[in-house]
């Protein structure tokens, strides 16, 4: 993947410049930040999360599970307790809820895992270890006459080093 | 470099997390870095501290391996008296768990500032004391190699636990609980130990953060999944910490014996399990805000806020206590009133008032903002309140028992130094566990005190960077306040 990186430490230079490289279209926009900003967000202009789906889908999935097993361990070993039915639903709600959020919080952060790209196993290309401490960075992949095009709103926004990377 | 900040006035909110209150003496996102990472290098009290903790570990360990040659006998069970102070522990521990949770998640729901500087060690808190009471169960039976028999899984054995016993619940509880708190406090480090990757310089350890921090960049596609998962994560875990010690407390309420049987159990239960939660944390953290010079991050707003929750959990402890005897009083049970006569008056009076003036009369000190905001009797009350919550799993669990129906189910309990003995290694177990941890990663979220401190900003604030709250400043660049 080629590219152009920038790394800024003011936040509303690395802002502005993702705005003006946005109208250009010069390439696809990664940015960099060491906490989530929602100036960002706004100037990316990127969806809702589909995070939620699987916490949905899984939740009740795990909820359907939770259920499922009890009634099915109690029809098959059944005991009697306290006169009550064999399938008691009221006291297997417990284990209902207890499954549904293990199942439903662990499918969540398996797709928020899926999502991000992560585990990642390269990291060589379009990051620098400053942008988890105090600077913002700006990737965007592009090459040729928009690459320059891209170095050139980099620089003019305050860019502290603008360089290629392949 | 101040320390403190000063108190909220004049119908100021506290938990709206602006910079300039919540963190008067933090200036840029390099100084929380250096600072926080900072704490990590080890010190000769640490080391002396672990080592403590490891004794103390081991004197357990050497007292179960005892146990387990000699047989259950060893502890103090005398019948009628066959639950003691392994369950008692047991309780006591999942209890200290539950207020890392609150204060991770139900706090991070309900967007409480005080909560940022202090989660981490929360967090961390409960996943170590859940794991401590995990051990409690199997330290309780007989044979504890077959402790597995619980979990429902195809055996060789082709029978199935029954779903319809609390002990049953427990294990699914429990068992949820300690995934999703350890998930929890991980997701949140992932950030983190990308900052530690990136700043460390020794190979070995730069290769193993970067495969903590699985390859995480900070990029924005990132940081939108993240931010969304966790958020729900928070939705699960809220609604998981009533359950889990509302299931514990069915261990006790769906017996028939008198002091159990009762349907504010879970609420109870709940109650208690924060308000113990919380004073370990105000036992763990004032310590270490000292060791790690970290009071201008653990504010005394902070701590103020916090002790401002432990009042109130308090209060519902106590108001639980009072609706007991004021239930046993009412129900015209014979049994019930004896019971809570006893408890009180008789064979166990000096436990329960133990338990009545360290949890629910000391806590009312906090009335007084002055004591809120003094650190030091934090501490002290703190250590009061896990000293009155042990004793009130005590007073629960044994007076109970001794005092059932029957004068020939009318008996006495004595710990023998096997249960201390393994008391003690449950504390040494905890905090070896949490001093490893606070050497290794992070005590506070760097990412997440970084959203509260104002970013450096071009045009025109850097004079005063506390004049930087997003939202304040430039809103064509802010856009959402936060």
């Given at each position: 993947?080629?590219?152009?990186?920038?790394?800024?430490?003011?936040?509303?230079?690395?802002?502005?410049?993702?705005?003006?490289?946005?109208?250009?279209?010069?390439?696809?926009?990664?940015?960099?930040?060491?906490?989530?900003?929602?100036?960002?967000?706004?100037?990316l202009?990127?969806?809702?999360?589909?995070?939620?789906?699987?916490?949905?889908?899984?939740?009740?999935?795990?909820?359907?599970?939770?259920?499922?097993?009890?009634?099915?361990?109690?029809?098959?070993?059944?005991?009697?307790?306290?006169?009550?039915?064999i399938?008691s639903?009221?006291p297997?709600?417990?284990?209902?809820?207890?499954?549904?959020?293990?199942?439903?919080?662990?499918?969540?952060?398996?797709?928020?895992?899926?999502?991000?790209?992560?585990?990642?196993l390269?990291?060589?290309?379009?990051?620098?270890?400053?942008?988890?401490?105090?600077?913002?960075?700006?990737?965007?992949?592009?090459?040729?006459?928009?690459?320059?095009?891209?170095e050139?709103?980099?620089?003019?926004?305050?860019?502290?080093?603008?360089?290629?990377?392949? | 470099?101040?320390?403190?900040?000063?108190p909220y006035?004049?119908g100021?909110?506290?938990?709206?997390?602006?910079?300039?209150?919540?963190f008067?003496?933090?200036?840029?996102?390099?100084?929380v870095?250096?600072?926080?990472?900072?704490?990590?290098?080890?010190?000769?009290?640490?080391?002396?501290?672990?080592?403590?903790?490891?004794l103390?570990?081991?004197?357990?360990a050497?007292?179960?391996?005892?146990?387990?040659?000699?047989g259950?006998?060893?502890?103090?069970?005398?019948?009628?008296?066959?639950?003691?102070?392994?369950?008692?522990?047991?309780?006591?521990?999942?209890?200290?768990?539950?207020?890392?949770?609150?204060?991770?998640?139900?706090?991070?729901?309900?967007?409480?500032?005080?909560?940022?500087s202090?989660?981490?060690?929360?967090?961390?808190?409960?996943?170590?004391?859940?794991?401590?009471?995990?051990?409690?169960?199997?330290?309780?039976?007989?044979?504890?190699?077959?402790?597995?028999?619980?979990?429902?899984?195809?055996?060789?054995?082709?029978?199935?636990?029954?779903?319809?016993?609390?002990l049953?619940?427990?294990?699914?509880?429990?068992?949820?609980?300690?995934?999703?708190?350890?998930?929890?406090?991980?997701?949140?480090?992932?950030?983190?130990?990308a900052?530690?990757?990136?700043?460390e310089?020794?190979?070995?350890?730069?290769?193993?953060?970067?495969t903590?921090?699985?390859g995480?960049?900070?990029?924005?596609?990132?940081?939108?999944?993240?931010?969304?998962?966790?958020?729900?994560?928070?939705a699960?875990?809220t609604?998981?910490?009533?359950?889990?010690?509302s299931?514990?407390?069915?261990?006790?309420?769906?017996?028939?014996?008198?002091?159990?049987?009762?349907?504010?159990f879970?609420?109870?239960?709940?109650?208690?399990?924060?308000?113990s939660?919380?004073?370990?944390?105000?036992?763990?953290?004032?310590?270490?805000?000292?060791?790690?010079?970290?009071?201008?991050?653990?504010?005394?707003?902070?701590?103020?806020?916090?002790?401002?929750?432990c009042?109130?959990?308090?209060?519902?402890?106590?108001?639980?206590?009072?609706?007991?005897?004021?239930?046993a009083?009412?129900s015209?049970?014979?049994?019930?009133?004896?019971?809570?006569?006893?408890?009180?008056?008789?064979?166990?009076?000096?436990?329960?008032?133990?338990?009545?003036?360290?949890?629910?009369?000391l806590?009312?000190?906090?009335?007084?903002?002055?004591?809120?905001?003094?650190?030091?009797?934090?501490?002290?009350?703190?250590?009061?309140?896990?000293?009155?919550?042990?004793?009130?799993?005590?007073?629960?669990?044994v007076?109970?028992?001794?005092?059932?129906?029957?004068?020939?189910?009318?008996?006495?309990?004595?710990?023998?130094?096997?249960?201390?003995?393994i008391?003690?290694?449950?504390f040494?177990?905890?905090?070896?566990w949490f001093?490893?941890?606070?050497?290794?990663?992070?005590?506070?979220?760097?990412?997440?005190?970084?959203?509260v401190?104002?970013p450096?900003?071009?045009?025109?604030?850097?004079?005063?960077?506390?004049?930087?709250?997003?939202?304040?400043?430039?809103?064509?660049?802010?856009?959402?306040?936060?």
């Amino acid at each position: 993947m080629q590219g152009v990186l920038g790394a800024f430490h003011h936040i509303d230079s690395a802002v502005h410049a993702v705005e003006e490289l946005k109208k250009s279209r010069v390439g696809d926009i990664t940015v960099y930040t060491p906490t989530p900003r929602h100036e960002f967000e706004h100037a990316l202009e990127h969806g809702p999360s589909k995070v939620r789906v699987f916490t949905l889908i899984f939740g009740l999935c795990g909820v359907t599970f939770g259920y499922w097993i009890p009634v099915w361990m109690s029809d098959y070993w059944p005991l009697v307790v306290g006169g009550k039915a064999i399938a008691s639903w009221v006291p297997f709600t417990i284990l209902g809820f207890e499954v549904m959020v293990l199942v439903g919080g662990l499918a969540t952060v398996f797709a928020m895992f899926g999502f991000a790209g992560i585990p990642r196993l390269t990291m060589t290309v379009g990051y620098d270890g400053r942008f988890s401490g105090g600077h913002f960075g700006v990737w965007v992949a592009a090459e040729g006459n928009d690459a320059a095009t891209a170095e050139s709103i980099l620089k003019k926004h305050g860019a502290e080093e603008v360089r290629r990377e392949r | 470099m101040a320390t403190t900040a000063a108190p909220y006035r004049g119908g100021e909110r506290p938990n709206i997390p602006s910079a300039a209150k919540r963190f008067p003496a933090i200036n840029d996102y390099e100084q929380v870095d250096r600072e926080i990472a900072g704490t990590l290098r080890p010190t000769l009290g640490w080391f002396a501290a672990l080592g403590i903790a490891i004794l103390c570990m081991l004197i357990g360990a050497t007292t179960w391996t005892y146990q387990i040659h000699e047989g259950l006998g060893a502890a103090g069970y005398q019948p009628p008296v066959m639950w003691g102070v392994y369950i008692i522990t047991f309780v006591f521990w999942v209890g200290i768990g539950h207020a890392g949770t609150l204060i991770s998640a139900i706090l991070y729901l309900f967007r409480a500032g005080f909560r940022t500087s202090i989660y981490r060690v929360s967090e961390a808190m409960t996943v170590f004391a859940v794991m401590t009471a995990g051990l409690f169960p199997i330290l309780h039976l007989g044979r504890p190699w077959k402790f597995f028999y619980l979990i429902p899984y195809p055996n060789w054995r082709l029978i199935w636990p029954n779903p319809k016993s609390p002990l049953v619940w427990d294990v699914f509880a429990i068992l949820t609980y300690l995934t999703i708190s350890s998930t929890f406090l991980y997701i949140g480090l992932i950030p983190d130990i990308a900052i530690l990757r990136d700043r460390e310089k020794n190979p070995v350890r730069k290769a193993i953060l970067a495969t903590l921090a699985l390859g995480w960049r900070n990029s924005d596609r990132e940081w939108r999944h993240f931010t969304r998962a966790y958020l729900f994560l928070a939705a699960f875990a809220t609604p998981l910490v009533l359950s889990v010690h509302s299931v514990v407390s069915f261990d006790f309420a769906m017996a028939l014996t008198p002091g159990w049987h009762a349907t504010i159990f879970p609420p109870y239960f709940v109650a208690g399990a924060i308000f113990s939660g919380i004073g370990m944390v105000f036992t763990i953290v004032i310590p270490l805000r000292k060791a790690f010079k970290l009071e201008h991050y653990v504010t005394l707003n902070d701590l103020d806020a916090a002790a401002k929750l432990c009042l109130f959990t308090s209060m519902v402890v106590g108001l639980a206590y009072l609706t007991e005897f004021q239930v046993a009083w009412m129900s015209g049970n014979k049994f019930e009133q004896d019971y809570f006569w006893n408890r009180v008056f008789g064979q166990w009076a000096w436990a329960a008032w133990i338990m009545l003036i360290c949890n629910m009369i000391l806590p009312l000190s906090l009335w007084s903002q002055k004591l809120r905001r003094n650190p030091m009797w934090l501490f002290i009350l703190s250590i009061f309140i896990n000293i009155g919550m042990w004793f009130e799993r005590f007073v629960i669990v044994v007076p109970s028992l001794s005092h059932e129906f029957e004068p020939w189910q009318w008996g006495s309990y004595r710990p023998t130094w096997v249960d201390y003995g393994i008391l003690l290694g449950s504390f040494g177990w905890f905090f070896m566990w949490f001093l490893l941890f606070i050497k290794q990663l992070p005590v506070m979220a760097m990412a997440e005190i970084k959203e509260v401190v104002p970013p450096r900003m071009k045009h025109g604030h850097d004079d005063d960077p506390h004049n930087l709250a997003a939202g304040t400043i430039d809103p064509d660049i802010t856009g959402v306040a936060h």
